[in-house]
């Protein structure tokens, strides 16, 4: 049993209940409402991020971008794979991928490091990874059913030719690395892990 505090520690105790209180209340508040954001992954530069679309994501922008931390990945920057999720056509913004659909994306991250590390080259631009179908349906010559919506498709370029990036990306698909679709485009190359070999 707890003893009734003496005049002279009092004060101390109503110090200490106060401080609790307001870290309880600061815990169940909006974060907005103490003008306080939970410190991001060391991975990521929210500094870099469009204030608006950083707001929208809440607190599943640090947890995503601790996800892509957790891959540890040589090659391919966290700060490269968020900035490709911060888009917007007209007035719609895309967005992090839903958490069910997180580990699609480590499967492909993992195989562009992996070619990146062998070709001892890095990434220059993730260009795009997931859409949302908002989003995908914005963007022009997209299909609705795009495996970016699943969140298994990255479209990378590096800084070395699109067509030899291309050319050994499927060479290593076609060795066994992974199973998905490759395309070429005149300056970037699209890889998915949709689980058949699929060309363009």
């Known amino acids: ?3 009734s505090p003496t005049p002279l520690n009092r004060r101390k105790v109503l110090g ?4 609790l209180s307001a870290s309880a209340i600061a815990c169940s508040s909006p974060a907005s409402a103490f003008f306080f954001r939970r410190p991001a992954s060391p991975a990521l530069h929210v500094d870099n991020l469009p204030a608006e679309w950083a707001d929208l994501q809440g607190r599943n922008l640090t947890n995503y971008a601790d996800y892509l931390a957790n891959l540890n990945l040589e090659k391919v920057a966290v700060q490269q794979v968020i900035e490709a999720h911060a888009k917007q056509h ?6 992090l991928p839903p958490q069910s659909l997180w580990k699609n994306i480590g499967i492909t991250l993992k195989v562009v490091d992996r070619i990146a590390r062998e070709i001892d080259t890095p990434v220059k631009e993730v260009i795009s990874v997931y859409r949302s179908p ?5 963007c022009a ?4 059913s795009s495996w970016h919506q699943a969140n298994f498709a990255m479209d990378v370029s590096f800084p070395i030719s699109s067509r030899v ?3 050994t990306v499927r060479n290593y698909r076609n060795r ?12 970037f190359t699209h890889v998915d892990t949709r689980g058949m070999n699929v060309d363009w």
């Not at 200490?16 to 401080?19: D, I, K, P, R």
């Not at 908002?134 to 914005?138: H, L, V």
């Not at 066994?176 to 300056?187: D, H, K, P």
């Open 141 to 144: 010559g997209a299909k609705s």
């Open 90 to 95: 007209g007035n719609v913004w895309n967005s």
């Open 16 to 19: 200490t209940l106060g401080a």
């Open 176 to 187: 066994g690395l992974f199973r998905g679709g490759v395309g070429g485009y005149s300056n």
């Open 134 to 138: 908002a989003y995908n349906a914005r």
């Open 165 to 167: 990036i291309t050319n």
């Open 1 to 3: 049993m707890f003893d």
